[in-house]
């Protein structure tokens, strides 16, 4: 099989179901966020050292193949029937996954820089990008493309428990968050 087909040589690409669309239109810029989130999520990976840790990502990355594969395919597709659609009961599981992290974690306070350990950083690029798909998912519903509710809590979930693994892994490694703390800019003249 060849990585190239030439057939999006025109700006167009094809939906799960064979339906082909402009490569710009929001659906593609939605699934390709998530996407670009899987990647940032395998480059914290390869930062992180603890191996409970490293096990939970991997499990994001395949639940975002899932949320990217509901948003290539159109509500009236008959693949549809085909793909394991996120749910309740993985928003559930997120938040279940936020609060035992979290209990590990002072209460935030005050809104911190990201940074820190080099793991740190990657999962609080991974969240900002998680965040970027929620919206663009958001915009999508709002245009009227049928969009698994489901999938756009588990997308702001997503963002919420990269950002407390951010702060998980920055503790764990003894980086303190005071220094990470956003500080008022001095103005001066």
């Known amino acids: 099989m060849k990585i190239y087909t030439k057939t999006g040589d025109d700006g167009s690409t094809g939906l799960y179901g064979g339906t082909r669309t402009r490569k710009d239109d929001l659906r593609v810029e939605a699934y390709g966020s998530v996407d670009e989130a899987n990647a940032a999520i395998g480059l914290a990976r390869a930062f992180v050292d603890d ?97 698994n509710a489901a999938l756009q809590r588990y997308l702001n979930r997503l963002s919420d428990l990269l950002f407390v693994l951010a702060r998980l892994v920055n503790a764990r490694h003894g980086v303190s968050e005071a220094r990470l703390l956003v500080q008022r800019r001095q103005r001066g003249g």
């Open 51 to 147: 191996v409970d840790l490293d096990k939970l990502l991997a499990s994001l990355q395949h639940a975002l193949f899932d949320v990217g594969a509901d948003l290539a395919t159109p509500a009236e597709a008959a693949q549809r029937a085909h793909l394991t659609l996120i749910d309740e009961a993985d928003v559930a599981v997120l938040e279940r996954s936020i609060d035992r992290h979290d209990a590990e974690l002072e209460p935030l306070r005050q809104f911190i820089v990201p940074g820190g350990h080099v793991a740190s950083a990657a999962l609080h690029q991974a969240r900002a990008v998680v965040r970027r798909a929620e919206r663009t998912v958001v915009r999508l519903a709002s245009d009227g493309v049928e969009v």
